[in-house]
Structures are given as structure tokens and as C-alpha cells.
């Protein structure tokens, strides 16, 4: 993803400390430091005059709670959020590249769909209770990804099991053929800043 600013030598000579950059968000990682930066960064893109903010996602996953901040932020968001997948976007970052009002994906990016993980460990009870929540977490993302590719909500459910629950790859021709990409490529946000003088007046 390439931003391009285009700025008139008269706003740069005088005027360049009010200028803000458009912001392009990137995730690499899915922890809770991850989404304190997701969210400084969307807020700061909402303060420069851009119209879309662009996500870009380069990741094999992390942690789904930290999924869940980053994807109640982008819920929240008031300016559509275009997400773009420029070599992998797996697990939580699938799930995330999801959220897209459009989804860009580069011909050599790969996605990766598979089941949320339980890790509890411990006493039986607390094993049972783990699996109970990963279970509840794994319905709701695979809902909330049917929902944003504008599929029924068993959509990938279905899949996954006939898959076995294996872990489900899909280079941008599968990621496209089930609409979890709406365009191929790596799209550009260009912004140009000028000053017009016009002079005006009449004849008496």
C-alpha cells in the first residue's frame, strides 16, 4: 500500500506544520499492545481530512481478544475502512481483513481461515470451560466473517467442516470466488494540497 502526498510549494513555505500525512494503519501483531496502536491510529487518521483509512495486514495471527478491541474499533469507526492484504493475513488477521467495506488482496498474498484455539489447561472443569468458550468464540467469528462477505451465516462453518477443520488457505483466486476479497492488487491513496489565488472585480 503506497501513499502519495502532493503538497503546493506555498503551503509547504508557510503553512507546513499544519499539514497531517493520511494515515495508513498496519498490523503485524494481535496482543494488546497491537490494539492500543490500532486504535491511537485509527483516531488519528479520523483528524486528517482522509476520506477511507486503509488497513493493511501482514500477519500470522495472535491473540483473539485483541482481535475482538481491533474489530470493535473498526465497528466504531466513522470513516470506511478498506483493508488490504499484501502478503498473508491468517487467523486473527483474516478475521480482521474481513472487516473491509472492500478487501484488497495482492496476487501473491495468501489468507488463512482455521478454528480458534482453547488453551486451558489445568483442572477438568476449567478444560470444559475452555473449550466451552472457544467453541462460543468460534461461532461468532465464523457469523461475523459470513456477515461482512455478505454470505449466509453458516457460510464458512460449512466449509470448515467439510474441510475437517483443517486450516483452510486461499490464494486472492479462492479468497475472490467467495467474495472474502472484492478486489485484486494493491490500491494507492493519493492526496493533493494547493493553494488557488483568484483575482475578481468589476467594471464600474
Same mark, same amino acid.
Given at each position: *500500500? ?35 496502536? %490500532?486504535?491511537?491510529?485509527?483516531? /488519528? ?53 474481513? *472487516? ?27 478444560? /470444559? ?10 461461532? %461468532? ?14 457460510? %464458512? ?22 467474495? %472474502? ?24
Amino acid at each position: *500500500m503506497k501513499k502519495y502526498l502532493t503538497v503546493d510549494p506555498n503551503i509547504i513555505a508557510k503553512h507546513s506544520e499544519l499539514i497531517d500525512e493520511p494515515v495508513v494503519v498496519r498490523v503485524n501483531k494481535f496482543n494488546e499492545e497491537g490494539a492500543k496502536e %490500532f486504535a491511537e491510529a485509527l483516531e /488519528k487518521a479520523h483528524g486528517t481530512g482522509q476520506p477511507v483509512i486503509p488497513v493493511v495486514i501482514d500477519s500470522y495471527g495472535g491473540q483473539v481478544y485483541s482481535l475482538l478491541d481491533m474489530v470493535s474499533q473498526i465497528q466504531n469507526c466513522k470513516l470506511p475502512v478498506v483493508t488490504i492484504c499484501e502478503g498473508k493475513a491468517m487467523s486473527c488477521g483474516a478475521v480482521l481483513f474481513s *472487516m473491509g467495506e472492500q478487501r484488497w488482496i495482492s496476487k501473491t498474498a495468501t489468507i488463512m481461515i482455521h478454528d480458534v484455539s482453547s488453551m486451558e489447561w489445568g483442572k477438568v472443569e476449567e478444560v /470444559k470451560a475452555g473449550a466451552h468458550e472457544a467453541d462460543r468464540l468460534n461461532q %461468532f467469528i465464523y457469523k461475523l466473517m459470513a456477515k461482512n462477505c455478505k454470505q449466509d451465516e453458516d457460510y %464458512f462453518l460449512k466449509i470448515i467442516h467439510q474441510k475437517s477443520h483443517a486450516e483452510w488457505y486461499l490464494p486472492y483466486t479462492v479468497a475472490r470466488k467467495h467474495n %472474502f476479497a472484492t478486489h485484486t492488487g494493491v490500491p494507492s491513496l493519493s492526496t493533493e494540497i494547493k493553494v488557488e489565488y483568484t483575482f475578481t472585480g468589476w467594471d464600474e
